[in-house]
Structure formats: C-alpha cells, structure tokens
C-alpha cells in the first residue's frame, strides 16, 4: 500500500525497480538476486526488498531459495505464445466491437505512433520502440471502450515487454517488415476487416516472437 502521503512505500519501489529489470532485459532468466546487494544498491534495509521477492515470486518473475537468495524467471515459450494468443484475442475483439467514428479516428492517432517506431528501430532505440509498439496495440483493444477488456489487457503488459525484449533482435533484424507489418494490421483494422486484421496480426506475432507451429 502506498504511504499516507500517496507516495509508493520502499517495498514497491523496490518491486517495480527489480521488475522492471527483468522485463526489461536488465536482469536475465537464471541470474541469481541477494537481498543484500539489492538492498544496498537501493539504499534501504533488506525487510522491504524481501517483502518485493516475494511479491515477485507470487508472480512468477523469480524462485526463491532459502540461504541462496532469488533466481530471476523467464517465460517459457508456451507462456510467450499463451500471452500472445490472448492479445490477439483482446485486440480481435477490440476491432470487432468498434464504431466507424473510433476506427477513423485510430487512423489519425497511430500516424505519429508509427513514425515514432520506425525513428526508434532505426536508431537503435529499442526501449523506445517498445513503448510506442504496446502502445499500438493496446488501441485496438481500447477501441471497444470495454473497461474490463482494457484492464484484462493491462495485465498482461510486463509478458507483452519482456517478449519484446527477449526477441529484440528478430525484431531489429527485420525493422522494415515489423513497420510493414504494423501499418497493414492497422490499415485492416481501420477498415473494420476484423477477419484480415485477426490474420495478420497473427502471422506478425509469429514471425516477432517465433510462435509459429501448432497452437497447442
């Protein structure tokens, strides 16, 4: 919970800042965390840095073991392809449910959003690219105006980052087709196709993440 003054306590910052490290590639699936390194680097005691393992162990971003410290969790490639199956899901569902007015308006919306995807892949920025990438595609979803599906999606925002990041370089590698790809799912989507926008969003997922193969 926060503080009285609505400031986060220790054990949140110390939950985001480990968190973020692993979905943001800073911390890799199998390194090992001991609550004393993190509580100096943190500059506070170890009780709250222990109260954020556990957290993250009830999250599955890391496994405690006792007199070791935390080792740092991935996601398996079935979770990767599971998320991806749910996005999809959400985003499909989030073209099917919209008006004409919401989809025209997408068009303007994601104009400077792609442009700042491709700047980003063309420098080098991937952390950038990502911000403006989930951005993307949370619109779709949002384009219901369904508050339970854009909260249902919400969650899934630190799997969706860190599978960004762990396939940076897929991503990176082929940074033409990406934005290619990008433009046409919003192109089906703006013209209401949900059929042509489910297809293509996924074949996308597949060659981004390397979910090809049966969907099992």
């Known amino acids: 919970m926060p503080t009285a003054d609505g400031a986060p306590t220790a054990a949140e910052r110390a939950h985001a800042h480990i968190r973020d490290a692993i979905v943001g590639g800073g911390l890799e699936p199998g390194a090992m965390l001991s609550e ?11 009780t709250p840095v222990r109260a ?22 991935g996601l398996t490639p079935r979770e990767i392809r599971e998320s991806a199956q749910l996005r999809l899901a959400l985003e499909s569902a989030g073209v099917f449910h919209s008006s004409v007015a919401a989809r025209q308006d997408l068009a ?3 104009r400077p959003n ?13 952390p950038a690219f990502a911000e403006a990438a ?50 046409a799912v919003l192109a089906a989507a703006v013209a ?18 390397g979910t090809g193969g049966p969907h099992l």
């Open 36 to 46: 004393n390194a993190l509580a100096g680097e943190l500059a506070m005691s170890r």
């Open 52 to 73: 954020a393992l556990a957290r993250l162990q009830e999250e599955g971003w890391v496994r405690i073991y006792a007199q070791r410290g935390a080792q740092v969790q």
């Open 108 to 110: 303007e919306r994601m």
């Open 114 to 126: 792609l442009e700042e995807q491709e700047r980003a892949l063309r420098a080098d920025d991937f």
């Open 134 to 183: 989930m951005a993307f595609h949370n619109a779709f979803v949002d384009l219901a105006d369904n508050e339970l599906m854009s909260a249902t999606y919400a969650r899934l925002r630190d799997r969706q980052r860190f599978s960004l990041t762990h396939h940076a370089g897929r991503i990176i590698g082929d940074a033409d087709q990406t934005i290619a790809d990008h433009r």
């Open 192 to 209: 209401g196709d949900t059929i042509e926008f489910t297809r293509l969003l996924d074949a996308h997922q597949r060659d981004s993440y």
